[in-house]
């Protein structure tokens, strides 16, 4: 108790307050020694204020703690009111603000205070208790239309456009709050006269709100998409006014920060930047109004438009929540220019670190701009096009890979693994990615891999090398997704390098040793995606890829040794013996071939003690997709799943959770697959010959033995003929080589789109809530609270 006396040395005993005698709501000179007069910052209130405390008010005198709750959203309201105009009233806002920052995750943590905020106050400030109380609102409607007022409060968190004195200061209400829209960019072309104090004051404000939103970390992971969140959900409505200003304003925010600002190295350890932690602040607030679930919902079409109007008579499915709404409707080129400008050159901002090492402010918040970037392609279809429309989309492309690459080895980094690969999923599902992957890769960023020379496909194929071959155990149920994006723009690449094509063919050395194949119930599917790729390239792009025929060539034993895969158990026993001997899922031999890019530093595992949040399991690669037909004029037509039969190879079981090892139990197989594989006593899966006879005689081969059966008479004759031993002259004869009408008819493409579906919303839920967590250090605004949504381990 003297903690809270300490708070301010007043006259008033502040010992009362945790006793369990209420204090009286009218008795103002003991609640204002809360926020009056001190000028104390955030982190003072949370050293202040120390958890056993919050807890002990809420236990012992309840009452208080409420009444507390309810002044301070109270002082909010009238500063909103009033428009802060002397600095007084705003030091009042302020401390009011920490203070409910502090608070509010007690009160979440607790099922049952979380829905005090939604009840109403009897005459709950409006002006005396005797009116009607039909129209008194609940306190988390008031504090949030409070908040949003206080957003665009001129001379507090805005520009005032008017030279005033207090008499004729500008009014709260008459104002129109588009004209107050914090950053050029969007909609608004008039970039205002930078103020810090503004920018610290939206920080704060920002802050509270993203606390009011968290009561989502306080419930469990649930599929219900009905589970909304209530606070998003009244902010993001037609009852906030400020709503379209406020979400122009954290977009332009973001889109337009730029780190470096003038360019003069080293200028951020002069000065400080304080728009930083407004950039960051308003990118989290940014994600978190737009977490809602696309897949059950009146989502946005392609065109833009919503399939649901609000006019509607029906409820529509989803909520109507106008940010996802605004979001869906941007459409002008030079504002998705505007947007992608930014976000590109945000994610570029560390790799322009590894130059010059501390030259430029290095950013921090990449987790939420990718997650930014996945909302925005995922409403705005529009948006989606625009980005593949020019190689501007190597822009997000190279950072991807960059953090996919150098997150590999870090088991507290596997949530941003997984984002890095769910935007490239999407992405890959449009023509236009595989084909801008063609351009040349000159911009060397310091990457641990071997030099090559060649286009950024085979950046994209080395890098997948990388994270499959030495990555964190955890990231094999993303084996499936890597290959998909592979087999995805595969029909596209006109000339891999010799370099790339190597890796895809250590990769199916790998992953078709026998004892890998019987081990897990759906490791076979690896096989047939890369068998997929190969057939796409051989069939839509044979004439420029004489280095993977070559590569082919060279490693045919792999091929024929497929094919002639032993089925009986005696041979199955066998291979899975081989497995205790080898605890490498891939051997790491010939992985490291080639020096690595200068400047480059190898993946370093998470260091003792990071603190890192659980995921919920991602849906398996046939959730995550559904399949579509290139036809001949390049337009896609949707497959219908076939119910009826047996899953398409291809299609994987639901992947694992994300701490679970990759191995046949921890999976579920259908039904199909558990009839031709016998479960033992212990009940755990072994492979049975019926069960590889049933994926063998699927395996695509026609194509490479045909391929073989051609060419690799011929190469031996050159060789023995000229006495070759050189690769050269042997690429020269396959690159003016042809198969034209020796090969069986080109198969379809097929292409696997990503589809919303609820269990990647979850998804997304935990994760993000997961990052915003563990980036709020300063101060620790939900550390040691009870939080459901995920667990926080340590490494």
Known sequence: TDVWTSWNDSSVSVTTFVSSQPVEATDDAFWDQFWADTATSVQDVFALVPAAEIRAVREESPSNLATLCYKAVEKLVQGAESGCHTEKERQIVLNCCRLLTRILPYIFEDPDWRGFFWSTVPGAGRGGGDEDDENARPLAESLLLAVADLLFCPDFTVQSHRRSTVDTAEDIHSIDSCEYIWEAGVGFAHSPQPNYIHDLNRTELLKLLLTCFSEAMYLPPSSDSSNTNPWVQFFCSTENRHALPLFTSLLNVVCAYDPVGYGIPYNHLLFSDYREPLVEEAAQVLIVTL????????????????????????????????????????????????????????????????????????????????????????????????????????????????????????????????????????????????????????????????????????????????????????????????????????????????????????????????WFLFSAVQNHHLVFFLLEVFNNIIQYQFDGNSNLVYAVIRKRNVFHQLANLPTDSQSIQKGLQRKKKTPEPISRTNSQDGVSMEGSRPAAPAEPGTLKTSLVATPGIDKLTEKSQVSEDGTMRSLEPESSQPPPEGNLPSAVSDGEPWSGEASHPRRDRRRLSSASSSGQWTPTPDWVMSWKSKLPLQTIMRLLQVLVPQVEKICIDKGLTDESEILKFLQHGTLVGLLPVPHPILIRKYQANSGTAMWFRTYMWGVIYLRNVDPPIWYDTDVKLFEIQRV
């Open 291 to 514: 977490d809602y679930d696309s897949s059950t919902s009146s989502s946005p079409t392609v065109d833009g438009t919503t399939t649901g109007t609000a006019m509607d008579d029906v409820d529509p499915p989803g909520p109507d929540n106008l940010f996802v709404n605004y979001l869906s409707r941007i459409h002008r080129e030079e504002d998705f220019q505007f947007i992608l400008k930014g976000v590109a050159r945000l994610l570029s901002n560390p790799l322009v670190q590894t130059y010059l090492p501390n030259s430029a402010k290095k950013i921090q918040f990449h987790q939420e701009l990718l997650v930014l970037f996945w909302k925005l392609c995922d409403f705005n279809k529009k948006f989606l096009f625009f980005v593949l429309k020019s190689s501007d989309v190597l822009d997000i492309l190279v950072p991807i890979l960059y953090f996919l690459n150098d997150a590999r080895a870090d088991q507290s980094r596997v949530g941003l693994m997984h984002i890095g690969v769910f935007i490239l999923l999407l992405l890959s599902g449009e023509r236009n990615f595989g084909v801008r992957l063609n351009k040349p890769y000159s911009v060397r960023v310091p990457m641990d891999i071997p030099v090559f020379t060649g286009t950024h496909a085979d950046l994209l194929i080395i890098v997948f090398h990388k994270i499959i071959t030495s990555g964190h155990q955890r990231l094999q149920p993303l084996f499936d997704c890597l290959l998909t994006i592979v087999v995805n723009v595969s029909p596209y690449l006109k000339s891999l390098s010799m370099v790339a094509a190597n890796k895809l063919l250590h990769l199916l050395e790998a992953f078709s040793t026998t």
